[in-house]
């Protein structure tokens, strides 16, 4: 059975950064992406960015050039390095991880970005 663990939410103030760290507790085996979602107060989810098993990376829109997803090579934790974080970034944020036709949810850490 795998889980995710996130961890690295919290306050921080506009501009400043945040690094997300989501870990798997087990092999998820043909992991083909990672990747991060947000649900900010009173919106849907929306995807963030995510990182492919071919090396790609892929990002919203809202979040180019401040974020960057990573993993580590063993493929076993994801990463959301936030910088010059924005208000409007205010949101749950959530990993996934997809293997073979399964994906896998992290329950979600609160990122507040607040003056």
């Known amino acids: 059975q795998v889980q995710l663990v996130e961890s690295?939410?919290?306050?921080?103030q506009p501009g400043g950064s945040?690094?997300?760290s989501c870990t798997a507790?087990?092999?998820i085996d043909g992991i083909v992406a990672m990747g991060?979602?947000?649900q900010p107060?009173?919106?849907d989810r929306e995807f963030v960015g995510g990182i492919y098993s071919g090396g790609q990376?892929?990002?919203a829109d809202s979040v180019q050039g401040r974020f960057s997803v990573s993993r580590d090579i063993a493929w076993k934790a994801?990463?959301?390095q936030m910088n010059n974080l924005k208000p409007e970034d205010t949101a749950v944020y959530l990993c996934k991880m997809v293997g073979w036709g399964t994906e896998y949810w992290g329950q979600g850490t609160q990122?507040?970005?607040s003056s």
Request: proline share 4%; aromatic share 16%.
């Open 25 to 27: 507790s087990g092999r």
């Open 111 to 113: 990122v507040t970005v």
């Open 18 to 20: 945040l690094r997300l």
């Open 57 to 59: 990376t892929k990002y």
């Open 8 to 12: 690295g939410g919290g306050l921080v």
């Open 41 to 43: 107060p009173g919106k």
């Open 36 to 38: 991060w979602y947000r």
């Open 78 to 80: 994801a990463y959301l």
